[in-house]
């Protein structure tokens, strides 16, 4: 009997070798937890040269949607399907504390959904990852130490044989990168000294990492349970993970350029999620720019206006400055530091491109996996309300940049409503492959995500009739492009001490921060959207958060 999978590996090659060496290189950039103003070509302060020359040469989208968390995000991307359809549903996020019983919240891709990678592959590309995975997945099956602590995080669970192939199977190496190095799961220190521990990874070893570059290190985190601050205030040879994850992409690039297989390579860079670390002078730069908090988000606004990106008369919710000023100042400096610092090496990738002969048949894609989380009020997320996790514009809207040159016309706007799910059908239709009807002897669902190309094209696009995120006890919903609805919106613990339902429904069309609720003068709207909400729920098999936390109580966010 033929095994199926490679049936359509032999079907999709022959399919997109009629492109031949036309079809271009695709480079994915992925930031942690950056803000929608965090670059200088949306309204930012931070200085981000790089990024802004490459907005410069290609597009700007003004409405591009994540799924408002970290895993759940990168699901979407690597599968192009509601992130609840591929086990991370409800906020749930690649780490065994957070792994559910339920396929909706198992935090794990299931290894009979087609991933990116393993799609581009059997269309002839050469596959290559380098930064952070956080898809759940892990090498227990060789190791007793690791095999203990999945049992301490899943009482009452059976592991199985089984149950640890199917975590080895949902590695980057067995999901279908040739290369990876990296982060398997959240976080982490980003420097390591000499002598250190380090969870970096190559393919599914412990990594070498190279100690070849001096820092003065800034440390920052309020967890003393845990060596973030180890390295604060040393100065001495270090890696530290950005740079280090481009070193191993350009080792990537290198190899792979010049050759007649086009390559597909996915930087998922880990900054500047917490904890925060950056290079000292860089840090002190930007404490010198932030002696005026309150100016920040109106700098920003008046900055994204000036770049067309947002509405001259449009209204916005002003951010939230804590008490604690001088403890926000710093967090703040520290987190534009590792913006600037990936700027850098957002350059150095792009100078890589260039000087290999590939920059030219090369789509290079740039955007961060949400916006910038709590610990920073929202002011790096203005002119939008809400953070990382939340299901307001802040959390799930995001800066998005796409650069080819000659075949998308340099600095243009867009203000065409995308998804991340959309990028894998994009990624198809540019390998000349088709999405198989079955993977692994399994019937697959139809894509969620839509090709983007009309847009890098310059052409419009129908928005989706439907975009759906769910988060921890969350629901929203935008129907068509325009009608936002938002169940519930607001941290667990919060709206569950509340009586009833709250409902927030806005017109984005003219009211694209969120600033006027009009639930109460559209009862009719709400109800529709509602059971729009309600029906995709069911299908995708989400469970009420409420149950969900009496499996993990001591994670209520």
């Known amino acids: 009997?033929?095994?199926?999978?490679?049936?359509?590996?032999?079907?999709?090659?022959?399919?997109?070798?009629?492109?031949?060496?036309?079809?271009?290189?695709?480079?994915?950039?992925?930031?942690?937890?950056?803000?929608?103003?965090?670059?200088?070509?949306?309204?930012?302060?931070?200085?981000?040269?790089?990024?802004?020359?490459?907005?410069?040469?290609?597009?700007?989208?003004?409405?591009?949607?994540?799924?408002?968390?970290?895993?759940?995000?990168r699901a979407s991307l690597l599968s192009g399907l509601d992130c609840a359809k591929v086990g991370f549903g409800g906020g749930v996020v690649g780490d065994w504390v957070r792994e559910m019983p339920y396929p909706a919240h198992r935090a794990r891709m299931p290894y009979d959904i087609p991933l990116l990678p393993e799609l581009m592959k059997a269309a002839g590309y050469r596959t290559l990852m380098s930064g952070k995975w956080h898809m759940g997945g892990s090498t227990m099956k060789f190791h007793k130490s690791q095999q203990k602590q999945w049992k301490h995080y899943h009482q009452g669970w059976e592991l199985t044989e089984e149950e640890m192939e199917q975590d080895f199977l949902g590695l980057p190496l067995q999901r279908g990168f040739d290369e990876y190095f990296g982060l398997y799961g959240a976080q982490d220190s980003l420097f390591f000294v000499p002598g250190q521990y380090h969870p970096m990874m190559e393919g599914n070893e412990p990594a070498k990492l190279k100690y070849d570059r001096e820092y003065t290190m800034h440390c920052f985190s309020k967890r003393k349970d845990l060596n973030y601050n180890v390295n604060h205030g040393k100065t001495g040879k270090a890696f530290y993970a950005t740079d280090g994850v481009t070193d191993r992409a350009i080792e990537m690039i290198r190899d792979a350029a010049g050759q007649e297989q086009p390559f597909m390579l996915y930087v998922a860079y880990r900054a500047p999620h917490k904890p925060l670390q950056a290079p000292d002078g860089l840090v002190r730069k930007y404490l010198e720019k932030y002696e005026d908090l309150d100016a920040i988000g109106t700098d920003r606004v008046a900055g994204l206006k000036k770049e067309k990106l947002y509405p001259e008369a449009a209204e916005y919710r002003k951010a939230w400055i804590p008490p604690a000023r001088e403890e926000m100042r710093l967090q703040l400096a520290i987190h534009s530091a590792m913006i600037e610092k990936i700027d850098e090496n957002v350059g150095r990738l792009v100078d890589t491109l260039d000087a290999s002969g590939e920059l030219d048949n090369t789509l290079v894609l740039y955007f961060s996996d949400n916006g910038a989380a709590a610990h920073l009020q929202g002011i790096m997320n203005a002119p939008y309300h809400g953070v990382k996790a939340l299901m307001w514009e802040g959390g799930t809207k995001t800066h998005f940049i796409a650069s080819w040159p000659g075949k998308i016309k340099p600095g243009t706007i867009?203000?065409?409503?995308?998804?991340?799910?959309?990028?894998?059908?994009?990624?198809?239709?540019l390998a000349g492959a088709d999405?198989?009807?079955?993977?692994?002897?399994?019937?697959?669902?139809?894509?969620?995500?839509?090709?983007?190309?009309?847009?890098?094209?310059?052409?419009?696009?129908?928005?989706?009739?439907?975009?759906?995120?769910?988060?921890?006890?969350?629901?929203a919903i935008i129907?068509?492009?325009?009608?936002?609805?938002?169940?519930?919106?607001?941290?667990?613990?919060?709206?569950?001490?509340?009586?009833?339902?709250?409902?927030?429904?806005?017109?984005?069309?003219?009211?694209?921060?969120?600033?006027?609720?009009?639930?109460?003068?559209?009862?009719?709207?709400?109800?529709?959207?509602?059971?729009?909400?309600?029906?995709?729920?069911?299908?995708?098999?989400?469970?009420?958060?409420?149950?969900?936390?009496?499996?993990?109580?001591?994670?209520?966010?």
Not at 6 to 30: K, Y
């Open 479 to 557: 129907f068509q492009g325009r009608w936002k609805l938002l169940i519930e919106p607001g941290w667990y613990l919060q709206t569950r001490d509340k009586p009833g339902i709250a409902y927030e429904l806005y017109d984005l069309e003219t009211d694209p921060a969120e600033t006027r609720n009009l639930a109460n003068e559209k009862p009719e709207m709400v109800q529709n959207l509602s059971k729009k909400c309600e029906a995709w729920i069911k299908e995708c098999g989400i469970v009420d958060y409420a149950k969900l936390i009496e499996l993990r109580p001591n994670d209520p966010y």
């Open 414 to 429: 867009s203000h065409e409503q995308a998804w991340v799910g959309d990028i894998l059908p994009t990624c198809l239709e």
């Open 1 to 73: 009997m033929k095994n199926p999978f490679a049936v359509f590996m032999l079907a999709t090659f022959m399919a997109a070798s009629v492109w031949g060496a036309g079809r271009p290189n695709i480079v994915i950039i992925m930031s942690d937890d950056s803000g929608y103003t965090d670059l200088g070509c949306y309204g930012s302060e931070i200085d981000t040269p790089n990024l802004d020359q490459l907005a410069a040469k290609g597009l700007r989208l003004g409405n591009f949607y994540t799924n408002g968390r970290c895993s759940p995000t």
């Open 435 to 475: 999405y198989p009807d079955t993977f692994r002897g399994k019937k697959t669902e139809a894509l969620a995500g839509r090709s983007m190309l009309p847009i890098l094209q310059g052409t419009s696009r129908d928005p989706a009739e439907a975009l759906f995120f769910n988060d921890k006890g969350q629901q």
